[in-house]
């Protein structure tokens, strides 16, 4: 039988003639099972191994630059965590750091692999070259396998940035000009982005944005007001200096029609406008979103600086990819219904604290209002509550976690204005919006769109203004003279705590009872 790698090399060092002079120490000696697990501890600080194999200069040489990653990755991320977030959001660099994960791991393998044959004994017997061979394979598979979940990743941030955020080719008509040269709080102060809940169902002639809110930023303490708009508004303003202004001088609406004229509701700005009076705004990519921005922003007396459109019927895969969300429910909310063409819901969501909701069901806890009192604004109140509840589940770890879920439903159902060269800097204002308040801003129904036929603006902007920027008095306001007399019916205690007005804490807590 022939012989044997390792008694082949035995004979050859034997006969070898042996120098003369001083005899030079014999190379370290490990059994096959010190030898793989030097190599698997080495995988922690990849160069380690080679100098236990004495392989002085290319051990030296890669723990060094292992150190140096090591200690460049660490600076980076616990000293510069704008710059990270700035490569996050570039798709260029999203791509070279694609090739450079792919390039680091196959120097992870290399080293590994050589390693191990480096130090593994020539007269290890068959069961340990097996076992060796076995566990080496498992760790080079398990770093593949790592290294392919996280190209994937960068390529899922990669195509949502592309598809989402417009960069130098995008075209908008009423955004401003961030510069990234300074910091955005410095440049605004408060940041007012549009929140459009557009419908385009089957059933819809298309699109209609049946939910229209504003979030007024404070970008220096994240602390942010919410502003609903009723879907049926009419008469909506623009600026004086918009060309829709010439159109309508009075508000969009016809002052020859009737009271109610459901197509110049704001719910039908979206779709109307652009289709009669195509480009009158300029180049855009979303022309009746620039319309909204230009209206809404009139209507309450704030610059309306970028968009955010969300599909009500790919809202529920948002949900979904973040693993749900968590709301109160105060009282029975209805899912589907119809009340025009009186078709009942199928069933309702029932009342209850903490309720755990997913996709389906927190679409219709923002949407439903199938003969719930007080109609769009009970509708408006909850889902101000569901954009509390998905900030608050919306966690660094959470996103993580899910990250190729919400990016893929995030480009299937996301439009914005915002662009590519912002983002980082938003980014970092949405950290501040986690760690601030949110606080509704009621517009008084009562006194300003009873029916929503001719709308009191100039009563809201002043609403608006004085809570966003509120006006304290120096002086105590003087007392009145009149006396009143004592109510018996105030000393009755209540049979439920309503919510503090302006506080969306409160207005999104356990408290059973029917809305208004």
Request: net charge positive; glycine share 8%; hydrophobic share 40%.
């Amino acid at each position: 039988m022939a012989p044997s790698r390792a008694q082949r090399a035995a004979r050859a060092r034997r006969a070898e003639p042996r120098p003369a002079g001083p005899r030079r120490a014999a190379p370290r000696r490990t059994t096959g099972l010190g030898a793989l697990a030097i190599a698997v501890l080495g995988v922690l600080l990849p160069g380690t191994a080679f100098l236990v194999a004495r392989r002085f200069k290319l051990g030296t040489a890669v723990t060094l630059l292992s150190l140096s990653l090591y200690g460049a990755a660490a600076y980076v991320g616990l000293l510069n965590r704008d710059a990270v977030i700035s490569w996050a959001l570039d798709p260029t660099l999203l791509l070279w750091m694609i090739v450079g994960l792919s390039v680091v791991a196959l120097a992870w393998i290399a080293v590994l692999v050589t390693s191990y044959k480096m130090l593994r004994p020539l007269t290890a017997g068959p069961a340990a070259r097996t076992l060796g061979s076995l566990v080496i394979g498992v760790l080079c598979f398990a770093m593949t396998v790592s290294t392919a979940t996280g190209a994937q990743t960068l390529m899922a941030q990669r195509g949502l940035v592309k598809k989402v955020f417009g960069g130098a080719e995008s075209k908008s008509a009423t955004r401003p000009t961030i510069t990234t040269k300074k910091d955005i709080s410095d440049q605004l102060p408060r940041l007012n982005v549009l929140l459009l809940g557009a419908d385009d169902g089957a059933d819809r002639d298309g699109v209609r944005t049946d939910s229209v809110m504003v979030a007024s930023i404070d970008t220096k303490t994240g602390n942010t007001s919410l502003i609903s708009l009723t879907r049926n508004f009419m008469r909506m303003p623009f600026p004086a200096d918009s060309p829709l202004h010439k159109k309508y001088p009075t508000g969009f609406w016809d002052p020859n029609g009737p009271k109610e004229q459901s197509e110049f509701y704001l719910d039908a700005m979206y779709r109307n406008i652009p289709k009669k009076y195509p480009g009158i705004l300029g180049p855009s990519d979303n022309e009746g979103a620039d319309v909204l921005k230009q209206s809404v922003g009139e209507a309450l007396g704030l610059p309306i600086h970028y968009y955010v459109q969300i599909n009500l019927r790919g809202f529920a895969k948002l949900v979904d990819a973040l693993g749900g969300i968590t709301v109160n429910i105060n009282y029975p909310v209805p899912v589907g219904g119809n009340d025009d063409l009186k078709i009942p819901p199928s069933r309702y969501l029932q009342p209850g604290p903490n309720v755990q909701l997913k996709g389906g069901d927190a679409l219709w806890f923002a949407r439903g209002r199938y003969r719930v009192q007080t109609g769009d604004l009970a509708r408006q109140s909850r889902q101000r509550c569901t954009v509390k509840a998905i900030v608050e589940k919306a966690t660094p770890q959470n996103v993580l976690a899910n990250f190729d879920s919400i990016a893929a439903a995030g480009a299937q159902l996301i439009r914005t204005d915002i662009p590519r060269q912002v983002l980082a800097q938003l980014v970092v204002v949405g950290e501040r919006v986690k760690n601030g308040k949110i606080a509704n801003v009621d517009l008084d129904k009562k006194k300003n769109f009873p029916t929503g036929q001719n709308p009191n603006y100039a009563a809201m902007r002043a609403i608006v203004a004085q809570a966003i920027n509120p006006v304290h008095r120096t002086t105590p306001a003087p007392r009145k003279t009149t006396t009143t007399k004592p109510s018996t019916i105030a000393t009755q205690p209540r049979p439920t705590t309503k919510p503090t007005a302006g506080d969306l804490t409160s207005e999104c807590a356990y408290h059973p009872g029917p809305p208004g």
